[in-house]
């Protein structure tokens, strides 16, 4: 079974830094990009970017860019989503997600982690 | 970033109703227009791609059409378990954007 798993709910301070993961299975995870979409409280879906864990190239959405870090170890399958100094505006779910075409880089999405819920807060 | 315009923001429809959803694109997107599924506490699930492609898994009352700019949505009888929230998103161009989604009730 194809499948993303990511890591847990945390509870972090305003100026900490945080690195959260999805690990994939089931599948040659070097050969598809995987990328992170981030939902705000009550909000909608807001794509982040994505990485090609074969190369670790990286793409970012313009929102994005020098917010977040976006980074890849094939060798263990994991994909991850760090800030280096978070803000209370980061308070958000974070999904990790799988284009559906091997190598496309802006696919839909058709496999989704469960998500993990960041919240930063003094 | 192409803007990605959905309607109703919400709506309440009855079982058995067809439902239907519009996106609208501000620049031409040719066919790549996706649907997504997100009920509460979940993560969304992929409902069509290419403007029209049911996804492997996805009930056969769910359909879209459309190219260019204007998309379409359509449920043709409502189920209890449709109560959901709707997102388009065109991946087009990067960043693929995501409408404001469209929250569906059951009366």
């Known amino acids: 079974e194809v499948q993303l798993v990511q890591s847990g709910a945390e509870v972090k301070k305003p100026g900490e830094s945080l690195k959260i993961s999805c690990q994939g299975s089931?599948?040659?995870?070097?050969?598809?990009?995987i990328g992170w979409v981030r939902q705000m409280p009550g909000k909608g879906l807001e794509w982040m970017g994505v990485i090609y864990p074969g190369d670790s190239d990286t793409r970012y959405g313009p929102s994005f860019q020098g917010q977040v870090t976006i980074s890849a170890d094939k060798s263990i399958s994991t994909a991850y989503l760090q800030w280096s100094s978070l803000k209370a505006s980061d308070t958000a779910m974070y999904f990790c997600?799988?284009?559906?075409?091997?190598?496309?880089?802006?696919?839909?999405?058709?496999?989704w982690g469960q998500g993990t819920m960041v919240t930063v807060s003094s | 970033d192409n803007q990605m315009t959905q309607s109703p923001s919400s709506l309440s429809a009855s079982v058995g109703d067809r439902v239907t959803i519009t996106c609208r694109a501000s620049?031409?997107?040719?066919?790549?227009l996706n649907w997504y599924q997100q009920k509460t506490g979940n993560a969304p699930n992929l409902l069509i791609y290419g403007a029209s492609s049911l996804q492997s898994g996805v009930p056969s009352r769910f359909s879209g059409s459309g190219s260019g700019t204007d998309f379409t949505l359509t449920i043709s009888s409502l189920q209890p378990e449709d109560s959901a929230s709707y997102y388009c998103q065109q991946s087009h161009t990067t960043p693929p954007t995501f409408g404001q989604g469209t929250k569906v009730e059951i009366k």
């Open positions: 620049q031409a997107i040719s066919n790549y």
């Open positions: 089931g599948y040659s995870f070097s050969t598809y990009w």
């Open positions: 997600a799988r284009p559906r075409g091997v190598g496309a880089s802006i696919d839909p999405f058709d496999i």
